[in-house]
């Protein structure tokens, strides 16, 4: 994949894009969503209340009307609660401005509920039951879960991507992370820079290189770890080179973990995922071993020591 030089305008040139309003809606939060809704509300209101007052036919100035703090106030109130579909707007006899105000109160009070409903079922359905490690850690091949395998040195360093299940009433299964590298490199022909993507290697459940990393089932709010080896020893960030790829002329580095899953119960699948930026000033990679967790089968995963240093690494005293 070539990145684009410019931007082509004409029809049906080249890149066309668009951005789709379910996904986006899907990224964020019900409470910023919620806060954003209320906003436009508000502000078109307030636009309201202002061309209403700009257009009505009275005999105090322009002036004189915009002094009035209350009822201007009292204008958007009632603009909002049209815009909401609760009340409607009394426009003037024979005025045509204050006619097309009152319409568009009217029309977006009539969508405004639909539109909320429509945010509510797309939230409902993007299922995001994961939360990532904030970074991801990189350490020695003996700091692993694993026995060092065979043929490989125990200085060659291996990245750690670590998340969990944050949902306590959503049951997750067969779950598989796939790893790969993505970095741009001049092509050998014409020397443009190109898109490269490398599929990485992890470690599976017996500490085998594979493919991809899977679970059978997933606990509830018990973290797992995505091992990914080096190939070679990492004393200081950010990497020269991982799986045999150097990375010295290689620009926008970025590391791409990807889960996929399936839930019990509502039988749809998830997927999520989360990309570390290779640049230094990213700060998405730290050097040394993440913090473990105490499991305890017999407590409640959430009371298991060491979540309120989940984001940590050992210290050399703990090493």
């Not at 970095?183 to 020397?191: C, I, K, T």
């Amino acid at each position: 994949m070539r990145l684009p030089t410019g931007w082509l305008t004409g029809r049906g040139g080249h890149p066309r894009y668009r951005t789709s309003v379910r996904w986006w809606i899907a990224g964020r939060t019900v409470h910023a969503l919620m806060l954003m809704a209320l906003g436009a509300l508000a502000s078109l209101a307030a636009v309201i209340a202002v061309l209403w007052t700009l257009t009505e036919d009275s005999p105090r100035s322009m002036a004189t009307r915009f002094r009035d703090g209350p009822g201007l106030l009292n204008r958007a109130l009632d603009a909002l609660r049209a815009c909401v579909g609760t009340d409607s707007l009394g426009p003037e006899p024979d005025s045509v401005p204050h006619g097309l105000l009152a319409t568009l109160a009217s029309l977006t009070g009539a969508l405004a509920p639909a539109v909320l409903l429509g945010i509510v079922l797309i939230k409902l359905f993007a299922l995001r039951p994961f939360v990532w490690r904030r970074r991801a850690s990189v350490s020695p091949a003996r700091t692993a879960d694993f026995p060092v395998p065979a043929g490989d040195a125990a200085d060659h360093a291996v990245i750690a991507v670590r998340f969990y299940n944050h949902f306590d009433n959503l049951s997750v299964v067969d779950l598989r992370a796939r790893v790969h590298l993505r970095y741009l490199e001049a092509s050998p022909y014409d020397r443009s820079r190109v898109v490269y993507k490398k599929w990485l290697e992890v470690l599976d459940e017996k500490g085998r290189r594979a493919d991809e990393r899977s679970w059978l089932a997933v606990e509830k709010g018990a973290p797992f770890t995505v091992w990914i080896p080096v190939d070679a020893p990492v004393e200081r960030l950010p990497f020269t080179e991982i799986q045999g790829k150097d990375l010295s002329a290689a620009t926008g580095a970025k590391l791409m973990v990807r889960l996929t899953a399936r839930t019990v119960g509502l039988g749809t699948e998830v997927a999520d995922e989360r990309w570390f930026d290779l640049a230094p000033e990213a700060d998405a990679f730290e050097v040394g071993r993440f913090v473990p967790l105490l499991a305890d089968p017999d407590t409640d995963v959430w009371t298991w020591q060491g979540w309120e240093r989940f984001d940590e690494v050992l210290g050399e005293d703990e090493r």
